[in-house]
Structure formats: C-alpha cells, structure tokens
T-cell receptor, first 112, second 114 residues
C-alpha cells in the first residue's frame, strides 16, 4: 500500500515546455506539500495546502502553479520550463497539528 | 524563522563502529525535530521524531537521538553501523501547531567502509 505516490518518477523535457507532476496520498491527511531538492541535495519547501487551501507559498516563480482538487491530491504544473528547474521534486503529506510528514518517492525532472 | 545546521557534510565510518550525526537548530520556542534518511535514488524515510516528553527518542533501524535544549541540538546516534546505513541523513525542524513547513538541514552523507 503506497502512502504517498507521485507520477511520473522521471520526466525529461525540453526548455520552454509545460509539464505536470501528480501526487496522491491515501493516509487521510489534510495537509500536502511540494519540496524541491537541488543537485546538492538541499531540500526546500515550495508550497503547502491544507484542506485544498494554499497556506505556504515560498518565493517560487509564477511559472509554478500548484492545484489541489481534493485533500488527497496535490498537483504541480510548471510552465515554460527552464534549465534551472532540473531537480527532484518531492510531495509530502501530514495531519494538521502534527508536523510528521510522509514523503513520496520523488519525481526527477530533467530539462534539456 | 527556524533554521537547521548539520556541520558535517560527509562522514565515513567502518562497519560495526558507532555513529553520531550532529544537528543544531534555531527556533524561538520548543520545536518539533525530525531525522530523515534518504537512500540513493529514494524518497525520504522518517527515522525518528521529537515532539515533547522524554528527550531521548528511539527510532527505526536502531537509531536514537537526544534533544538537548541547552545546546539547541538533536544529534542522531547508532551504536553499531551496518553497511546498509550508507545514505544521506537530514535533520529537520518544524514549528509547533502544525500545518507549517519543515526546514531541513543540508544533509550529512554517510559512507560505511567494510
């Protein structure tokens, strides 16, 4: 039983393209997150949604747009991809009032 | 705002030796503290967490960590390292109250020699 799943696992695309990454959790959590891990393994929060409402929006280019259709899903759409967007993107979820976050397996995005 | 420092970028130990990974945090109140492990090409797995109570917490895979408020530290320890422990280890701090971001340290890469 996969707790937090992401698709796709790998994504290779050209500069300027638009792509989406999907995340689903079956833990019944009401808070979901997107993190970016760069080539030096540094993990940084991008967005957080609680009950489909955006609550954390770090300094992220407008080209990145999260969408939460329901509590169990949080998707990340990226417009006009740039070389610097190449990274591993992790989705995570937690129960409100409890910061224990469960991470998905990651999506490795490579922009050529 | 909270912050985390992991002073050691890379540590190498021999299999069977003891291990201590250092973590120092900065936060104005009592934090939530976590250690995560990331094996190559994998996601992050929670090793252990501290919310309150006993300052020595036990985790999975034989790991433990001790919260020392006076030193703002949450060091991870294991008495005898196995080759399968080779991975990247991340300390993270969160704010009490939930629905807050975790702030991660930059990680410590552990290499285990046979």
């Amino acid at each position: 039983d996969t707790a937090v799943s992401q698709t796709p696992k790998y994504l290779v695309t050209q500069m300027g393209n638009d792509k989406s990454i999907k995340c689903e959790q079956n833990l019944g959590h009401d808070t979901m997150y997107w993190y970016k891990q760069d080539s030096k393994k540094f993990l940084k929060i991008m967005f957080s949604y609680n009950n489909k409402e955006l609550i954390i929006n770090e300094t992220v280019p407008n080209r990145f747009s999260p969408k939460s259709p329901d509590k169990a899903h949080l998707n990340l759409h990226i417009n006009s991809l740039e070389l610097g967007d190449s990274a591993v993107y992790f989705c995570a979820s937690s129960q409100t009032q409890n910061n224990e976050q469960f991470f998905g397996p990651g999506t490795r995005l490579t922009v050529l | 705002a909270q912050s985390v420092t992991q002073p050691d970028i890379h540590i190498t130990v021999s299999e069977g030796a003891s291990l201590e990974l250092r973590c120092n945090y900065s936060y104005g109140a009592t934090p939530y503290l976590f250690w995560y492990v990331q094996s190559p090409g994998q996601g992050l797995q929670l090793l252990l967490k501290y919310f309150s109570g006993d300052t020595l917490v036990q985790g999975i895979k034989g790991f433990e960590a001790e919260f020392k408020r006076s030193q703002s530290s949450f060091n991870l320890r294991k008495p005898s390292v196995h080759w399968s422990d080779a991975a990247e280890y991340f300390c993270a701090v969160g704010a009490q109250g939930g629905s807050e971001k975790l702030v991660f340290g930059k990680g410590t890469k552990l290499t285990v020699n046979p």
